[in-house]
């Protein structure tokens, strides 16, 4: 084990150039990431949870390269990404892997299973044709496929399996990091549990580390040990799974959880509250808290000042100018 | 290992031929087209022993003889003659050899060039995409012929610059198709996902790209052997193309245009060559097409 967390991101920016005609002037920036900040211990499962236009499948982009950050380092193992040559990069890919959210159109359809597992045994490693065939076969095994689909084509495929697919090719090459961008939202939901527990079984047997994106809470719940909850393009929350469902301290957070179905009627409680309103645009986010226009608890402070993410409670770390649940902590102190 | 060979070679070569052709004759135009083409070229490579009488022998006693099952025709010529007498069955035979060598490469080599470029502008976008863009609207601005004209004036006229002026001029319509194809392939996650493994971008290219256009590839350009053709003769018409004593169906048509009120049969039938061979090409291509895409086995 290293002193250093397995991935380290710091104030990591992403915006994109949204100008729309030719003859304007001003620039328009989309931000979709705006300062993030946090940390991923080796074997740990971090959940980012957020609506849709949130950012957290940029974020997931980000990390594995497919985009350039606009500001801000990602620190993979103490080596910041950002200062590795092309082929350096090219060689560290190896240890970032990523599992997509549509798995029909993440598996290329003139490929047959065996070339789209080996592609990247064949681009990372030299192994000649029996060793090739033999680890493929290997790791149809490990995600659940049947061996005899080795020459098949994805079409011939239902969604839960063109993802066990995906995943074999994740997992070629033992990555340390999986980006799994809603990897089950695509799915039946009978086939989404299935999902959920062979990911979790190989992350225990592999000794994986996860970032899993969803975007809502009961996803995340099954698999995460710490969760991140995004609002436009922000970490508002961040904390341990337990802390989080137990003592939410930002209303979007809470928000979320009033909005997880109650299957219990009897249990359910009359009135939880729930969110109203969309997302803004963020194009023009609203000033000081993003999130003051849907908040049941605005004050003036938070029209125009942004609050800081700071830890409030022993690693429970919240931008909220009113964490819920403070006041009780102070009753307790008194 | 109880592992039966579910990988091996020529095993594997085998069976995919075997599927090919199956699927060959499962489609009644596949199999049609292959017919024609095969002949064709047989005929095309055969010509100086098909043949029943040189090409460019002169008969002044025997001008527009007409085709044997009409009164005046016979044996000698099944076709009948042209204006100088010279037999219409051998020329079209002959002709066989250029139009097809000049419709075939070049159509290959206009594809070649075509989706290269296509390809890779498509996929790295930004400044070769842009030039390699405008290059194009300027080629299309001018018409085909006229830029076939002028380079064959300067490069002067013969089988091999004619080859190379006409896959030259046609480049842009494949480059195009092409490009954007690839502008939206690229954008799905099976290149995002070879992307985030490593994989070089030569071989995204080849190995994700590439299988994915083709297919529309070859719709365009089975249809475009027979412009070609047609291209061809329309130089050659003008006299910068096939020079004679060289023959190909575009000359054969454009000499017998003139006698089309009179002696019907000197265009018609060089005409009708053309046709069954496009027909022939572009059944063969629907079908080409088809394998290509795994989804059709079942």
Same mark, same amino acid.
């Given at each position: ?88 990069? *090219? ?30 045994? *064949? ?212 | ?174 480059? *195009? ?24 971008? *030569? ?96």
């Amino acid at each position: 084990m290293s002193e250093h967390p397995l991935l380290e991101v710091r104030g990591l920016q992403k915006s994109f150039d949204v100008t729309k005609g030719f003859f304007k002037k001003e620039k328009q920036y989309l931000r979709a990431v705006n300062d993030v900040s946090f940390t991923v211990q080796n074997g740990e499962v971090l959940g980012v949870v957020g609506e849709s236009g949130c950012g957290k499948s940029t974020l997931g982009n980000l990390i594995v390269h497919l985009h350039e950050p606009t500001a801000g380092k990602i620190v993979f193992e103490g080596i910041d990404m950002s200062a590795l040559s092309r082929e350096q990069l *090219r060689r560290q890919r190896a240890d970032i892997q990523m599992i997509f959210q549509d798995p029909f159109s993440s598996l290329n359809p003139r490929k047959r299973v065996f070339d789209i597992i080996a592609e990247p045994l *064949r681009t990372h490693r030299d192994l000649n044709k029996e060793e090739l065939q033999q680890e493929v076969l290997d790791l149809m095994d490990l995600v659940g496929l049947n061996r005899s689909f080795l020459n098949r084509y994805p079409h011939e495929f239902s969604g839960g399996q063109r993802q066990r697919i995906g995943i074999a090719r994740a997992i070629a090459l033992r990555p340390k990091l999986i980006i799994c961008d809603e990897p089950v939202s695509a799915l039946d939901v009978s086939i989404q549990s299935q999902i959920l527990n062979l990911l979790k079984k190989l992350q225990k047997d592999l000794q994986l580390t996860y970032i899993f994106i969803a975007h809502g809470l009961p996803a995340v719940k099954h698999v995460s040990d710490r969760i991140a909850v995004m609002y436009l393009g922000k970490i508002v929350e961040w904390t341990t799974k337990e802390e989080l469902f137990t003592n939410p301290m930002h209303p979007y957070t809470e928000g979320l959880l009033s909005a997880i179905p109650i299957p219990d009627p009897t249990k359910r409680k009359e009135q939880r509250p729930l969110l109203e309103g969309d997302i803004p645009n963020p194009v023009n986010p609203p000033p000081g808290c993003k999130f003051h226009p849907r908040c049941p608890y605005k004050t003036e402070i938070c029209m125009q000042v942004e609050p800081e993410f700071t830890d409030k409670r022993a690693g429970h770390f919240v931008a909220c100018h009113h964490p819920l649940g403070a006041e009780k902590q102070a009753e307790k102190k008194l | 290992m109880p592992q039966p060979s579910i990988m091996q070679g020529p095993a594997r070569k085998n069976s995919k031929l075997k599927r090919w052709l199956k699927l060959l004759f499962r489609s009644k135009t596949g199999t049609v087209g292959l017919v024609i083409v095969i002949s064709i070229v047989i005929i095309a490579i055969f010509a100086p022993w098909l043949a029943p009488h040189e090409p460019n022998v002169i008969d002044p006693v025997n001008t527009h003889k007409p085709p044997v099952w009409m009164e005046g025709g016979d044996r000698e010529n099944l076709l009948g003659t042209d204006n100088l007498g010279r037999d219409i069955l051998s020329r079209i035979i002959y002709g066989s050899q250029i139009s097809l060598l000049v419709g075939i490469s070049s159509v290959v080599l206009a594809g070649i060039i075509g989706i290269l470029v296509g390809l890779f502008t498509g996929y790295f976008g930004g400044f070769l995409d842009t030039f390699f863009m405008r290059l194009a609207d300027s080629f299309l601005a001018i018409p085909n012929i006229l830029l076939a004209l002028v380079m064959l004036g300067v490069f002067g006229p013969g089988l091999f610059t004619l080859i190379l002026v006409l896959g030259v001029t046609n480049w842009v319509q494949y480059a *195009r198709i092409i490009r954007g194809e690839v502008l939206s392939i690229k954008e799905r996650d099976f290149v995002r996902a070879a992307k985030s493994i490593g994989v070089k971008h *030569r071989n995204i290219i080849f190995s994700h790209l590439y299988p994915n256009v083709i297919s529309s590839f070859i719709v365009v350009a089975t249809l475009s052997v027979a412009s070609t053709i047609i291209l061809e003769s329309s130089l050659s018409f003008l006299g910068l193309g096939i020079q004679p004593p060289q023959v190909s169906w575009g000359t054969i048509l454009s000499d017998g245009r003139d006698y089309l009120a009179t002696s019907w049969w000197l265009a018609t039938f060089p005409g009708l060559a053309i046709t069954i061979t496009v027909l022939g090409i572009i059944f063969l291509g629907d079908w080409l097409r088809d394998i290509l895409d795994p989804r059709s086995v079942k």
